[in-house]
Protein backbone atom coordinates (compact mmCIF):
# COMPACT_ATOMS: atom_id res chain seq x y z
CA UNK A 1 0.00 0.00 0.00
CA UNK A 2 1.49 3.17 -1.23
CA UNK A 3 1.70 5.79 1.86
CA UNK A 4 -0.62 9.03 1.53
CA UNK A 5 0.21 11.97 -0.56
CA UNK A 6 2.91 14.50 0.72
CA UNK A 7 5.66 17.03 -0.02
CA UNK A 8 9.28 15.72 -0.11
CA UNK A 9 12.41 18.03 0.53
CA UNK A 10 15.53 17.39 0.60
CA UNK A 11 17.75 20.11 2.65
CA UNK A 12 21.33 20.03 2.40
CA UNK A 13 21.74 21.96 5.65
CA UNK A 14 20.85 21.57 9.62
CA UNK A 15 19.50 24.90 9.37
CA UNK A 16 17.35 24.84 6.36
CA UNK A 17 16.18 21.43 7.84
CA UNK A 18 14.90 22.53 11.09
CA UNK A 19 13.05 25.18 8.98
CA UNK A 20 11.69 23.11 6.88
CA UNK A 21 10.15 20.66 9.41
CA UNK A 22 8.03 24.32 10.55
CA UNK A 23 7.81 26.10 7.39
CA UNK A 24 5.02 26.59 5.86
CA UNK A 25 3.40 24.13 7.93
CA UNK A 26 4.66 21.25 10.17
CA UNK A 27 6.71 18.30 8.46
CA UNK A 28 8.46 15.32 10.16
CA UNK A 29 12.11 14.72 9.34
CA UNK A 30 12.98 11.79 7.49
CA UNK A 31 15.47 9.68 6.79
CA UNK A 32 15.90 5.82 6.61
CA UNK A 33 11.97 5.50 6.37
CA UNK A 34 11.41 1.65 8.56
CA UNK A 35 9.32 3.07 10.91
CA UNK A 36 7.91 6.29 9.52
CA UNK A 37 7.02 5.06 6.01
CA UNK A 38 5.21 1.46 7.69
CA UNK A 39 3.13 3.87 9.74
CA UNK A 40 2.25 6.55 7.24
CA UNK A 41 1.30 3.08 4.85
CA UNK A 42 -1.02 1.58 7.63
CA UNK A 43 -2.88 5.41 8.27
CA UNK A 44 -1.07 5.49 11.93
CA UNK A 45 0.93 8.41 10.96
CA UNK A 46 -0.26 10.97 8.33
CA UNK A 47 2.30 14.03 7.81
CA UNK A 48 1.72 16.94 4.54
CA UNK A 49 5.27 17.38 4.34
CA UNK A 50 8.79 14.92 4.90
CA UNK A 51 12.22 16.58 5.68
CA UNK A 52 14.40 14.31 3.76
CA UNK A 53 17.43 14.66 5.92
CA UNK A 54 20.02 12.80 3.90
CA UNK A 55 21.42 15.34 2.07
CA UNK A 56 22.81 17.27 5.40
CA UNK A 57 26.29 16.52 6.41
CA UNK A 58 27.92 15.57 9.73
CA UNK A 59 24.92 13.39 10.85
CA UNK A 60 25.83 9.94 9.64
CA UNK A 61 29.82 9.36 11.07
CA UNK A 62 31.28 7.75 14.51
CA UNK A 63 34.26 9.18 16.21
CA UNK A 64 35.69 9.32 18.99
CA UNK A 65 34.88 13.36 20.51
CA UNK A 66 36.71 13.76 23.93
CA UNK A 67 39.05 11.23 25.42
CA UNK A 68 36.54 8.89 26.90
CA UNK A 69 33.34 9.68 24.00
CA UNK A 70 32.06 8.19 20.67
CA UNK A 71 29.70 10.60 18.89
CA UNK A 72 27.81 8.50 16.70
CA UNK A 73 25.71 10.31 14.02
CA UNK A 74 21.63 9.83 14.33
CA UNK A 75 21.79 9.25 10.29
CA UNK A 76 23.96 5.88 10.66
CA UNK A 77 22.02 2.88 9.81
CA UNK A 78 22.59 -0.33 12.14
CA UNK A 79 24.61 -2.12 9.66
CA UNK A 80 26.58 1.03 9.63
CA UNK A 81 27.54 0.88 13.00
CA UNK A 82 27.52 -3.11 13.58
CA UNK A 83 30.63 -2.77 11.28
CA UNK A 84 32.21 0.01 12.56
CA UNK A 85 36.25 -0.48 13.56
CA UNK A 86 35.35 2.25 16.42
CA UNK A 87 32.30 0.74 17.57
CA UNK A 88 33.61 -2.99 17.41
CA UNK A 89 36.40 -2.21 19.68
CA UNK A 90 34.91 0.04 21.95
CA UNK A 91 31.45 -0.58 22.24
CA UNK A 92 31.22 -4.62 21.02
CA UNK A 93 28.10 -5.35 22.67
CA UNK A 94 26.55 -2.03 20.59
CA UNK A 95 27.74 -3.43 17.18
CA UNK A 96 26.66 -6.82 18.25
CA UNK A 97 22.74 -5.70 18.88
CA UNK A 98 22.60 -3.31 15.91
CA UNK A 99 23.86 -6.15 13.73
CA UNK A 100 20.80 -8.11 15.09
CA UNK A 101 18.07 -5.60 14.64
CA UNK A 102 14.90 -6.74 12.40
CA UNK A 103 16.35 -8.42 9.03
CA UNK A 104 19.60 -6.89 7.28
CA UNK A 105 16.87 -5.00 5.09
CA UNK A 106 16.10 -2.70 8.11
CA UNK A 107 19.36 -2.64 8.84
CA UNK A 108 20.50 -1.69 5.37
CA UNK A 109 18.13 1.41 5.75
CA UNK A 110 17.16 2.11 9.68
CA UNK A 111 18.81 5.04 11.59
CA UNK A 112 19.52 4.73 15.24
CA UNK A 113 18.25 8.09 15.42
CA UNK A 114 14.91 7.15 13.49
CA UNK A 115 14.96 4.12 16.05
CA UNK A 116 14.91 6.12 18.77
CA UNK A 117 12.87 9.48 18.06
CA UNK A 118 9.91 6.46 16.88
CA UNK A 119 9.83 5.26 20.88
CA UNK A 120 9.06 2.10 20.08
CA UNK A 121 8.76 -0.10 23.69
CA UNK A 122 10.06 -2.79 21.55
CA UNK A 123 13.00 -1.40 20.34
CA UNK A 124 16.75 -3.04 20.94
CA UNK A 125 18.81 0.15 20.95
CA UNK A 126 16.95 2.29 23.78
CA UNK A 127 17.57 -0.12 26.57
CA UNK A 128 21.68 -0.48 26.08
CA UNK A 129 21.87 3.30 25.68
CA UNK A 130 20.57 4.20 28.44
CA UNK A 131 22.20 1.16 30.14
CA UNK A 132 25.60 2.88 28.58
CA UNK A 133 24.28 6.26 30.03
CA UNK A 134 24.08 7.71 27.00
CA UNK A 135 23.18 11.51 25.65
CA UNK A 136 21.41 12.33 22.98
CA UNK A 137 21.70 15.84 20.92
CA UNK A 138 18.93 17.70 20.23
CA UNK A 139 19.05 20.88 17.53
CA UNK A 140 16.31 22.92 17.36
CA UNK A 141 15.50 26.22 16.17
CA UNK A 142 16.80 27.96 19.55
CA UNK A 143 19.76 26.14 19.60
CA UNK A 144 21.01 22.83 21.06
CA UNK A 145 20.38 20.76 23.97
CA UNK A 146 21.75 17.48 25.56
CA UNK A 147 19.31 14.87 27.13
CA UNK A 148 20.17 11.53 29.04
CA UNK A 149 19.09 8.15 26.80
CA UNK A 150 17.01 7.50 30.09
CA UNK A 151 14.57 10.90 30.01
CA UNK A 152 14.56 10.82 26.10
CA UNK A 153 11.11 8.31 25.50
CA UNK A 154 8.80 9.64 28.24
CA UNK A 155 5.76 7.18 26.76
CA UNK A 156 5.10 4.72 24.33
CA UNK A 157 5.94 6.37 21.10
CA UNK A 158 6.52 9.58 22.66
CA UNK A 159 9.53 11.36 22.98
CA UNK A 160 10.29 14.60 24.64
CA UNK A 161 12.09 16.19 21.17
CA UNK A 162 10.41 18.99 19.87
CA UNK A 163 8.85 18.65 16.58
CA UNK A 164 11.65 21.19 14.82
CA UNK A 165 14.22 19.69 16.90
CA UNK A 166 16.83 17.16 15.02
CA UNK A 167 18.08 14.13 16.96
CA UNK A 168 22.04 15.18 15.48
CA UNK A 169 24.07 12.86 17.64
CA UNK A 170 24.15 10.32 20.20
CA UNK A 171 27.03 10.83 22.76
CA UNK A 172 28.28 7.29 24.27
CA UNK A 173 30.59 7.32 27.09
CA UNK A 174 33.74 4.68 26.49
CA UNK A 175 32.89 1.92 29.62
CA UNK A 176 35.46 0.66 32.01
CA UNK A 177 33.79 -2.53 32.61
CA UNK A 178 31.81 -5.21 30.90
CA UNK A 179 28.58 -4.11 29.04
CA UNK A 180 26.38 -7.22 27.88
CA UNK A 181 22.54 -6.62 26.16
CA UNK A 182 19.92 -9.67 25.94
CA UNK A 183 16.39 -10.19 24.30
CA UNK A 184 13.83 -12.35 23.81
CA UNK A 185 12.03 -11.97 20.41
CA UNK A 186 8.74 -12.27 19.31
CA UNK A 187 9.06 -12.13 15.52
CA UNK A 188 11.53 -9.13 14.44
CA UNK A 189 11.17 -7.34 18.11
CA UNK A 190 12.36 -7.49 21.67
CA UNK A 191 9.29 -8.63 23.89
CA UNK A 192 11.67 -8.31 26.59
CA UNK A 193 15.02 -6.79 26.56
CA UNK A 194 17.56 -6.03 29.36
CA UNK A 195 21.23 -4.08 28.93
CA UNK A 196 23.67 -3.99 31.79
CA UNK A 197 27.40 -2.09 32.28
CA UNK A 198 29.37 -2.63 34.59
CA UNK A 199 32.38 -0.02 35.94
CA UNK A 200 35.48 -1.44 37.87
CA UNK A 201 37.65 -0.63 40.41
CA UNK A 202 40.68 -0.04 38.68
CA UNK A 203 43.02 -3.08 40.23
CA UNK A 204 40.43 -4.73 42.27
CA UNK A 205 37.99 -7.00 40.89
CA UNK A 206 35.10 -4.94 42.58
CA UNK A 207 32.26 -3.25 40.59
CA UNK A 208 32.52 0.35 41.24
CA UNK A 209 29.08 1.05 39.47
CA UNK A 210 26.21 -0.77 37.82
CA UNK A 211 23.87 0.23 35.41
CA UNK A 212 20.89 -2.22 34.72
CA UNK A 213 18.00 -1.15 32.05
CA UNK A 214 15.00 -3.13 31.37
CA UNK A 215 13.06 -2.69 28.08
CA UNK A 216 10.13 -3.28 26.22
CA UNK A 217 7.80 -4.54 29.19
CA UNK A 218 6.47 -0.97 29.67
CA UNK A 219 6.53 2.27 28.08
CA UNK A 220 10.12 2.84 28.03
CA UNK A 221 13.36 1.48 29.56
CA UNK A 222 13.41 0.65 33.32
CA UNK A 223 16.25 0.86 35.94
CA UNK A 224 16.57 -2.23 38.72
CA UNK A 225 17.45 0.17 40.96
CA UNK A 226 17.43 -2.48 43.91
CA UNK A 227 19.81 -4.58 42.00
CA UNK A 228 22.11 -1.84 40.97
CA UNK A 229 22.59 -0.71 44.54
CA UNK A 230 23.30 -4.22 45.94
CA UNK A 231 26.12 -4.30 43.12
CA UNK A 232 27.87 -1.58 43.59
CA UNK A 233 31.38 -1.79 45.43
CA UNK A 234 30.85 -5.81 45.34
CA UNK A 235 33.60 -8.17 44.31
CA UNK A 236 32.66 -9.59 40.56
CA UNK A 237 32.85 -13.04 42.32
CA UNK A 238 29.59 -11.88 44.60
CA UNK A 239 27.64 -10.42 41.52
CA UNK A 240 25.36 -13.86 40.79
CA UNK A 241 24.90 -14.33 44.47
CA UNK A 242 23.53 -10.71 45.25
CA UNK A 243 21.52 -10.88 42.02
CA UNK A 244 19.61 -13.46 43.04
CA UNK A 245 19.31 -11.82 46.14
CA UNK A 246 17.78 -8.16 45.44
CA UNK A 247 16.05 -9.73 42.04
CA UNK A 248 12.39 -10.86 43.12
CA UNK A 249 11.74 -7.37 44.81
CA UNK A 250 13.55 -5.61 41.62
CA UNK A 251 11.41 -7.49 39.30
CA UNK A 252 8.25 -7.20 41.39
CA UNK A 253 8.86 -3.25 41.25
CA UNK A 254 8.88 -3.24 37.32
CA UNK A 255 6.00 -2.05 35.18
CA UNK A 256 4.62 -4.54 32.67
CA UNK A 257 2.31 -4.33 30.16
CA UNK A 258 0.46 -7.50 29.72
CA UNK A 259 0.06 -8.26 26.06
CA UNK A 260 0.36 -10.97 23.37
CA UNK A 261 3.81 -11.62 24.31
CA UNK A 262 3.17 -12.92 27.70
CA UNK A 263 1.51 -12.33 31.14
CA UNK A 264 3.49 -9.69 33.80
CA UNK A 265 4.87 -12.50 35.53
CA UNK A 266 6.41 -14.69 32.11
CA UNK A 267 7.83 -11.37 31.69
CA UNK A 268 9.33 -11.02 34.62
CA UNK A 269 10.78 -14.51 34.96
CA UNK A 270 12.56 -13.92 31.40
CA UNK A 271 13.69 -10.36 32.69
CA UNK A 272 15.63 -11.99 35.18
CA UNK A 273 16.80 -15.22 33.33
CA UNK A 274 18.37 -12.08 31.03
CA UNK A 275 19.40 -10.18 33.64
CA UNK A 276 21.33 -13.63 35.43
CA UNK A 277 22.90 -14.49 31.76
CA UNK A 278 24.07 -10.84 31.49
CA UNK A 279 25.70 -11.16 34.67
CA UNK A 280 27.41 -13.85 34.01
CA UNK A 281 28.84 -13.00 30.53
CA UNK A 282 30.18 -10.12 32.31
CA UNK A 283 31.84 -12.25 35.34
CA UNK A 284 33.30 -14.19 32.70
CA UNK A 285 35.04 -11.06 30.90
CA UNK A 286 36.02 -10.04 34.00
CA UNK A 287 37.65 -13.28 34.63
CA UNK A 288 39.88 -12.98 31.37
CA UNK A 289 40.81 -9.41 31.91
CA UNK A 290 42.28 -10.25 35.02
CA UNK A 291 44.49 -13.42 33.01
CA UNK B 1 -1.82 17.98 -5.14
CA UNK B 2 0.68 15.55 -5.33
CA UNK B 3 4.15 16.31 -5.78
CA UNK B 4 5.88 14.95 -8.88
CA UNK B 5 10.09 14.86 -9.00
CA UNK B 6 12.03 13.67 -11.72
CA UNK B 7 14.70 10.96 -10.49
CA UNK B 8 17.41 9.09 -12.67
CA UNK B 9 19.05 6.19 -11.58
CA UNK B 10 20.26 2.74 -12.91
CA UNK B 11 18.03 -0.12 -12.77
CA UNK B 12 20.30 -3.21 -13.52
CA UNK B 13 22.70 -1.33 -14.97
CA UNK B 14 20.36 0.62 -17.47
CA UNK B 15 20.31 4.43 -17.38
CA UNK B 16 16.32 5.31 -16.30
CA UNK B 17 14.99 9.02 -15.92
CA UNK B 18 11.28 9.12 -14.74
CA UNK B 19 8.87 11.45 -13.00
CA UNK B 20 7.27 9.83 -9.77
CA UNK B 21 5.01 11.12 -7.30
CA UNK B 22 6.32 11.97 -3.91
CA UNK B 23 4.70 9.04 -2.25
CA UNK B 24 5.57 6.30 -5.10
CA UNK B 25 6.92 3.38 -3.50
CA UNK B 26 9.93 1.62 -5.80
CA UNK B 27 8.42 -1.80 -6.10
CA UNK B 28 5.49 -0.48 -7.87
CA UNK B 29 7.77 2.02 -9.53
CA UNK B 30 10.07 -0.97 -10.78
CA UNK B 31 7.53 -3.49 -11.36
CA UNK B 32 3.60 -1.36 -12.27
CA UNK B 33 5.62 1.56 -13.94
CA UNK B 34 8.84 -0.37 -15.53
CA UNK B 35 7.25 -3.44 -16.31
CA UNK B 36 9.67 -5.70 -14.39
CA UNK B 37 7.23 -8.31 -12.46
CA UNK B 38 10.17 -10.49 -10.90
CA UNK B 39 10.10 -8.54 -7.47
CA UNK B 40 7.24 -10.12 -4.95
CA UNK B 41 5.32 -8.17 -2.85
CA UNK B 42 3.94 -9.76 0.06
CA UNK B 43 4.01 -8.60 3.85
CA UNK B 44 4.12 -5.24 2.72
CA UNK B 45 5.77 -4.60 5.99
CA UNK B 46 9.75 -5.28 5.49
CA UNK B 47 9.41 -8.51 7.29
CA UNK B 48 8.95 -11.56 4.84
CA UNK B 49 11.83 -10.56 2.26
CA UNK B 50 9.88 -11.34 -1.00
CA UNK B 51 10.35 -7.97 -2.16
CA UNK B 52 13.74 -7.69 -2.15
CA UNK B 53 15.90 -5.52 -4.11
CA UNK B 54 20.01 -4.35 -4.17
CA UNK B 55 19.97 -0.94 -3.48
CA UNK B 56 24.09 0.12 -4.08
CA UNK B 57 24.75 -4.00 -3.49
CA UNK B 58 23.07 -4.11 -0.40
CA UNK B 59 19.25 -5.60 0.26
CA UNK B 60 16.31 -3.38 1.01
CA UNK B 61 12.73 -4.12 1.11
CA UNK B 62 11.61 -2.43 -1.78
CA UNK B 63 7.96 -1.95 -0.62
CA UNK B 64 9.13 0.39 2.18
CA UNK B 65 11.65 2.56 0.03
CA UNK B 66 10.22 5.56 -1.56
CA UNK B 67 11.52 6.08 -5.32
CA UNK B 68 12.54 9.31 -5.20
CA UNK B 69 15.35 7.96 -2.47
CA UNK B 70 17.19 5.86 -5.16
CA UNK B 71 18.16 9.00 -7.42
CA UNK B 72 21.36 8.76 -8.40
CA UNK B 73 22.21 5.00 -7.14
CA UNK B 74 22.44 1.71 -8.67
CA UNK B 75 19.06 -0.59 -7.94
CA UNK B 76 19.58 -4.44 -8.90
CA UNK B 77 16.44 -6.87 -9.13
CA UNK B 78 15.94 -10.59 -9.65
CA UNK B 79 15.99 -9.42 -13.64
CA UNK B 80 19.60 -7.71 -13.18
CA UNK B 81 21.06 -10.91 -11.63
CA UNK B 82 19.69 -13.63 -14.52
CA UNK B 83 21.65 -14.52 -17.63
CA UNK B 84 19.65 -13.83 -20.96
CA UNK B 85 19.77 -17.54 -21.28
CA UNK B 86 19.53 -20.42 -18.44
CA UNK B 87 20.41 -19.36 -14.48
CA UNK B 88 22.83 -18.18 -12.36
CA UNK B 89 24.75 -20.57 -9.99
CA UNK B 90 22.65 -19.12 -7.66
CA UNK B 91 19.79 -20.24 -9.26
CA UNK B 92 20.95 -23.31 -10.44
CA UNK B 93 21.73 -24.44 -6.65
CA UNK B 94 18.12 -23.80 -6.04
CA UNK B 95 16.98 -25.78 -8.38
CA UNK B 96 19.41 -28.74 -7.74
CA UNK B 97 18.73 -28.48 -3.93
CA UNK B 98 15.04 -28.39 -3.92
CA UNK B 99 15.46 -24.67 -2.56
CA UNK B 100 11.79 -23.83 -3.44
CA UNK B 101 8.65 -24.96 -3.83
CA UNK B 102 5.31 -22.21 -4.52
CA UNK B 103 8.91 -19.91 -6.07
CA UNK B 104 7.13 -16.85 -4.52
CA UNK B 105 9.80 -15.82 -2.38
CA UNK B 106 12.27 -16.75 -4.71
CA UNK B 107 13.37 -13.92 -6.27
CA UNK B 108 13.93 -12.61 -2.68
CA UNK B 109 16.04 -15.57 -1.79
CA UNK B 110 18.16 -15.03 -4.89
CA UNK B 111 19.32 -11.14 -3.75
CA UNK B 112 19.56 -11.72 -0.22
CA UNK B 113 22.03 -14.84 -1.03
CA UNK B 114 23.46 -12.72 -3.95
CA UNK B 115 24.38 -9.67 -1.85
CA UNK B 116 25.91 -12.46 0.97
CA UNK B 117 28.29 -14.12 -1.02
CA UNK B 118 29.50 -10.77 -2.83
CA UNK B 119 30.24 -9.81 0.91
CA UNK B 120 31.45 -13.23 2.15
CA UNK B 121 31.56 -15.50 -0.10
CA UNK B 122 32.72 -18.36 2.88
CA UNK B 123 30.12 -17.72 5.19
CA UNK B 124 29.70 -19.89 7.78
CA UNK B 125 26.79 -21.88 8.72
CA UNK B 126 25.50 -19.35 11.43
CA UNK B 127 26.18 -16.72 9.28
CA UNK B 128 24.25 -17.87 6.36
CA UNK B 129 21.44 -18.52 8.69
CA UNK B 130 21.48 -15.03 10.79
CA UNK B 131 21.82 -12.75 7.02
CA UNK B 132 18.71 -14.87 5.38
CA UNK B 133 16.64 -14.90 8.86
CA UNK B 134 14.56 -12.05 7.18
CA UNK B 135 13.20 -14.01 4.14
CA UNK B 136 10.66 -15.50 4.49
CA UNK B 137 9.57 -19.15 2.83
CA UNK B 138 6.19 -21.09 3.93
CA UNK B 139 6.84 -24.39 1.98
CA UNK B 140 10.57 -25.26 2.31
CA UNK B 141 11.12 -25.40 5.90
CA UNK B 142 14.32 -23.98 4.82
CA UNK B 143 16.72 -26.92 4.84
CA UNK B 144 16.71 -27.18 1.51
CA UNK B 145 17.42 -23.37 0.71
CA UNK B 146 20.38 -24.21 4.01
CA UNK B 147 21.94 -26.61 1.87
CA UNK B 148 22.13 -24.47 -2.00
CA UNK B 149 23.11 -22.05 -0.03
CA UNK B 150 26.04 -23.55 1.49
CA UNK B 151 26.79 -25.46 -1.91
CA UNK B 152 28.19 -22.17 -2.81
CA UNK B 153 30.60 -21.75 -0.06
CA UNK B 154 33.91 -21.08 -1.12
CA UNK B 155 32.83 -21.21 -4.87
CA UNK B 156 35.02 -18.81 -7.17
CA UNK B 157 32.30 -16.23 -7.43
CA UNK B 158 31.29 -14.72 -10.62
CA UNK B 159 29.54 -11.54 -10.74
CA UNK B 160 28.72 -11.37 -13.57
CA UNK B 161 27.12 -14.27 -13.56
CA UNK B 162 25.44 -14.37 -10.09
Redesign the interface.
Known amino acids: ????????ERPTTMTDAIRAVTEPDEGMFYSG??EL??AM?LRVIHTER?I?I?SVPGLDGIAQVEPHTIEIGARCTH?RIEHDEIIKRCLPALSRLCGNV?????R??GTIGGNLCFGEPHADPPTLLAALGARLRLVGASGERLVDADDFIRDELETIREPDELLTHILVPIPSGPVTYRRFRH??RPSVNVGMMWSLDPGAPTIANARIRVGALGPRPQPLAAVEAVLCGAPVAQAGRLIDAALPAALDDLEVNEDRHGSAEYKRHLAGVLLRRNAAEAEAECEELRR | ???S?TIAFSLNGRSIQVAV?????LI?LVRDRLGFKGTKRSC????C?AC?ML?DG????SC???A??VDGREVTTIEGVTPAKGLSRIQEAFVVHGGLQCGFCTPGFIM?VT?LLRRNRRPTDEEIRH?L???LCRCTGYTKIFEAVKSLVGDEFNEEVA
Open positions: MRPPSFEFGTLLKLDKSANIRVNAGE | MTQIPSNALDDMEVGTLEPISTTLVDAAYHGN
